[in-house]
């Protein structure tokens, strides 16, 4: 079983739709939540970072975590096709100060119709 | 533009062979971190280094090596190519390491066909 899960899509929605993308994981250890955009061969790009359980919203991202249930979303409200990317859900740890990395999702892939 | 640059962008080789990618990490930042993209599968980490020390390494080949200098830049060096090596390989950064909540950038990338 991988640390992190998350539905390869591809999901495809029409412009305006509201969308929701998700990611669970069984690391308990995890701390910190990432989201990052990725366009086709190019390199990640942070959207979203939370800390702990909670809500988090950015313009017309809204991120969540709920760590009792090990599960995160990412919202994106008034879908642009500019939005067509593939996202990668992303935790920090195992580890603690200097000596740590990123375990990634798979990444769901999105594109917004216009 | 995240600061992190890499070079090559892309490169061809024939198995057997060796090659070094590049990165700089953004300016300040002391940890580097290497990661594998395969066109089936997501990012797997490498291998992470913090001002010049290796810090946490995750599913690296033996056949893979990395090494962050004084000035803080890092080489990736992969020998004996295999078909299988073909994939994007990035680099990040940040200031400290992920686990103590510092922001990880990524560079572009650099593309390698192994033929």
């Known amino acids: 079983q991988k640390e992190v899960e998350q539905d390869p899509g591809p999901l495809s929605v029409p412009e305006g739709a509201i969308v929701s993308l998700n990611c669970t994981y069984s690391n308990s250890a995890f701390q910190y939540f990432m989201w990052y955009r990725q366009y086709s061969r190019k390199g990640p790009e942070l959207l979203m970072y939370t800390y702990s359980s909670g809500n988090k919203e950015d313009g017309r991202f809204t991120a969540q975590v709920d760590k009792s249930s090990k599960y995160i979303s990412l919202f994106i409200r008034d879908s642009q096709p500019s939005d067509s990317a593939t996202y990668l859900c992303?935790?920090?740890?195992?580890?603690?100060?200097?000596?740590?990395?990123?375990?990634f999702g798979t990444g769901t892939r999105l594109q917004v119709t216009l | 533009d995240s600061g992190v640059t890499q070079t090559p962008k892309h490169l061809i080789t024939a198995t057997g062979q060796r090659v070094t990618l590049r990165c700089s990490p953004r300016?300040?930042?002391?940890?580097v971190y290497w990661y594998q993209q395969s066109l089936d599968q997501g990012l797997q980490f490498l291998i992470q280094?913090?001002?010049?020390?290796?810090?946490a390494k995750g599913n690296i080949l033996e056949r893979f090596s990395a090494q962050q200098f004084p000035d803080l830049h890092s080489e990736l060096n992969l020998s004996s190519l295999e078909l299988g090596d073909s994939a994007l390989y990035f680099c990040a950064s940040s200031l400290g390491g992920a686990g103590a909540g510092n922001t990880i950038y990524f560079g572009e990338g650099s593309w390698l066909t192994v033929v």
């Open positions: 300016s300040g930042d002391l940890s």
């Open positions: 992303a935790m920090s740890g195992p580890g603690t100060g200097t000596a740590s990395k990123l375990t």
């Open positions: 280094y913090y001002n010049g020390e290796e810090r």
